[in-house]
């Protein structure tokens, strides 16, 4: 499997992005697709995932309501919507790829076998 990231930039506070996370190479349904981003000075942390299976999410509590984690099945993408963006969400992005079947701890990074590259995420005025 392989991922590729992209949709990073600078965005003023209050703004929105789109990330995007293209998979390549996945076989089967079982999977789980995550956002963890990794803030200057901070260990690296999940931010939103969603199944393969049947489109089931899940979020960082502290990012319900600003972040929105979809997909399209034909394009084989993630999307992770970022929106009312502040300095804090400042990090470098990263998705990354897992199996799943509905058990498990989600955030745990070493249980995701595949990870793209990161993109920035600057939020500044």
């Known amino acids: 499997v392989q991922l590729q990231a992209s949709g990073g930039g600078l965005v003023q506070p209050g703004g929105s992005l789109r990330l995007s996370c293209t998979a390549f190479?996945?076989?089967?349904?079982?999977?789980?697709i995550g956002w963890f981003r990794r803030a200057p000075g901070k260990e690296r942390e999940g931010v939103a995932c969603?199944?393969?299976?049947?489109?089931?999410?899940y979020y960082a509590d502290a990012l319900l309501g600003r972040f929105t984690i979809s997909r399209d099945t034909f394009k084989k993408t993630v999307y992770l919507q970022m929106n009312s963006l502040r300095p804090d969400d400042t990090a470098v992005y990263y998705c990354?790829?897992?199996?799943?079947?509905?058990?498990?701890?989600?955030?745990?990074?070493?249980?995701?076998?595949?990870w793209g590259r990161g993109t920035q995420v600057t939020v500044s005025s």
């Open positions: 990354a790829f897992r199996s799943w079947r509905g058990y498990g701890l989600i955030w745990r990074e070493d249980e995701y076998n595949y």
């Open positions: 190479g996945i076989t089967s349904d079982y999977w789980l």
């Open positions: 969603i199944t393969g299976y049947d489109d089931t999410t």
